[in-house]
Structure formats: structure tokens, C-alpha cells
């Protein structure tokens, strides 16, 4: 990983993940939690219990590459901001919890557990966003097939999800101080349409118009199939 510094540097940090969480139905704004909830709904999802939820899943699912593998069409990506706690260190980022839609009408744990996670792999240290973290972006674009250009699929400030330090409760609640290489994604925010699109690839990112940066990254969606005697 790199860890982008306020004053433009790189420097390389390797991050041991000791556990791999992911939180959902996260927003701030009730309405917009429910507007997500109506979104996997209409696919046939159930709700979940209680809100907001948070699971683990193995950590080797994380990955920075630029593939998702999947076994089934209807797979697609959704944006959300990263947490990762390396040391007394909180750094930041930006992530797509690729997620199978077929599946997660069955089971919303299982069809987590069949594609991988993407990270994008630079992350800015906590310490200097903190202070304006409501106005960091985050966006996610889609390029579906025949299309020629990816288009914007999701845009929000981070303020429409619990911020960093609501999560830290939740899991000093349950974690007590255990959350040395932990890494956390965020919960999302509702696609534009309100219909989750099955893209052959996606694109996410993270701006602060403060720091005038952006993390932002690229993945596509490669269907492995299954050819038996």
C-alpha cells in the first residue's frame, strides 16, 4: 500500500490485516438507508434486522488487483470508504464490495463471500482529514456492455454514512481494543435510478476538496466458467 501525505509524497506501508469487516445499512439519514434497503428489495433481498449490521469476512477476499473473478452475470460493485487501523495509526480509503446479486437474495453473508473486495491500494492518514471529513466524496462510475464511456453510477459525501468515529465505537463495543489490522468498509449509498446495474467493470474514488486530492481506481469483472465433462 501507499500512503499518499499531505504534502504530495508516497510512502510505502505494508498493512498485516487481522481482520476484515463490513458494515452495511450505514447512513446517517434514515431515509437514505431505507432507500438502499428498497433498492436490494426490489431484488428480492430481504432486510436486514436491525441497522446498522456489521460481519466479518476472510481477509484474504481484500485485494488491490485490477480483476474481480466472479462465477455467475449478475455481480456489480458498490463504493465505500475504507477504514484500515495499522498500529495507533487510522488511515483512510476507498473501496467496492463486489457483491453477487443473484446470491444475495438467497443469503446476503454467502453471496459476500464469493467475490473479492477491491482496495484501492494508496490511503491518506486519518489525522489530516479528520477535521473536514463531511466534505470528502466518494463516487463510483460503471461501464456496462455497449456503452462506450463508463458513466457516474453513485456520488455522495461521506456524510451520508456513519463517519469514522461512530464505527470506532461499534467496534470498541465489540472488538474492546483488538482492532490492530482491522479493515473495515463503510456501507454504501444508493445508485442513481435506484436499479443496481451488472457492469464489465467499475471505477471508485474518494475526493478531498480541501486537500484538493483524489484517490481514484480502476477494476474489471472477468466471468470464470465452469466447463465439466
Known amino acids: 500500500m501507499l500512503v499518499h501525505g499531505t504534502d504530495g509524497s508516497f510512502r510505502a506501508r505494508q498493512i498485516r490485516v487481522s481482520r476484515f469487516l463490513y458494515g452495511g445499512f450505514a447512513g446517517r439519514d434514515e431515509r437514505a438507508v431505507q432507500a438502499h434497503i428498497e433498492e436490494l428489495r426490489r431484488i428480492g433481498v430481504s432486510p436486514p434486522m436491525e441497522t446498522p449490521t456489521l460481519n466479518a469476512l476472510p481477509a484474504s477476499l481484500l485485494t488491490t488487483g485490477g480483476v474481480v473473478e466472479v462465477l455467475g452475470h449478475n ?11 495499522d498500529g495507533d495509526e487510522i488511515l483512510v480509503g476507498v473501496g467496492s464490495d463486489h457483491t453477487d446479486r443473484e446470491l444475495e437474495k438467497q443469503d446476503i453473508r454467502v453471496s459476500k463471500q464469493v467475490c473479492a473486495k477491491v482496495l484501492a491500494p494508496v490511503l491518506w492518514e486519518y489525522a489530516a482529514v479528520e477535521n473536514h471529513w463531511d466534505e470528502l466524496v ?14 457516474l453510477y453513485q456520488e455522495s459525501s461521506v456524510a451520508e454514512l456513519l463517519d469514522v468515529r461512530a464505527w470506532m465505537e461499534v467496534l470498541s463495543k ?19 435510478g435506484g436499479a443496481l446495474v451488472c457492469g464489465e467493470s467499475y471505477a471508485i474514488g474518494l475526493e478531498d476538496p480541501v486537500l484538493r486530492r483524489e484517490i481514484r481506481y480502476s477494476y474489471r469483472v472477468k466471468f ?3 466447463h465439466g465433462r
Do not use: K, N, Q
Not at 75 to 85: K, L, N, R
Open 75 to 85: 455481480t456489480s460493485g458498490e463504493v465505500e470508504y475504507v477504514i484500515v487501523f
Open 138 to 151: 466518494i463516487r463510483s462510475w460503471v461501464h456496462e456492455s455497449g456503452e462506450s464511456e463508463p458513466r
Open 174 to 192: 465489540r472488538l474492546g481494543d483488538r482492532t490492530d489490522g482491522v479493515v473495515l468498509f463503510s456501507g454504501t449509498v444508493p445508485v442513481f
Open 224 to 226: 470464470v466458467a465452469c
